[in-house]
């Protein structure tokens, strides 16, 4: 297995931005697709945006589209997710984990062990 690490949440306020950042442990980074997901108070965890491994096609949920952008780094290890434009309903503890499928299906293709993910609050 791969350990991931999440970082980058805070408190910001509608409106604003914030850069998520996924660490990946292990040399097996590049060869695998990578996904984020969030998971509000009460609620289910939910797909938020997904990248391919080599030819880095992206996918989106509805309500993210046009204000967040998944992208990675493999050399680095490390997947991002620049978040613009936030609005209060995104508040939520945001993980990554890698995926068979980096699509609407990856909620149910991941891999690894969930991290601590990181906390994402937004104010209106």
């Known amino acids: 297995q791969v350990q991931l690490v999440e970082s980058g949440g805070g408190l910001v306020q509608a409106g604003g931005s914030l850069r998520l950042s996924c660490t990946a442990s292990?040399?097996?980074?590049?060869?695998?697709?990578m996904a984020w997901f969030r998971q509000a108070p009460g609620k289910e965890r939910e797909f938020v945006a997904g990248?391919?491994?080599?030819?880095?096609?992206?996918y989106y949920t509805e309500s993210v589209k046009g204000r967040f952008t998944i992208s990675r780094d493999n050399a680095k290890n490390t997947m991002y997710l620049q978040m613009n434009s936030l609005k209060p309903e995104d508040t939520a503890v945001y993980y990554c984990?890698?995926?068979?499928?980096?699509?609407?299906?990856?909620?149910?293709?991941?891999?690894?062990?969930w991290g601590q993910g990181t906390q994402v609050t937004v104010s209106s």
């Open positions: 984990n890698r995926v068979a499928s980096p699509d609407m299906t990856a909620v149910r293709s991941t891999l690894d062990a």
């Open positions: 292990g040399r097996t980074f590049a060869d695998y697709a």
């Open positions: 990248i391919s491994w080599g030819y880095k096609r992206t």
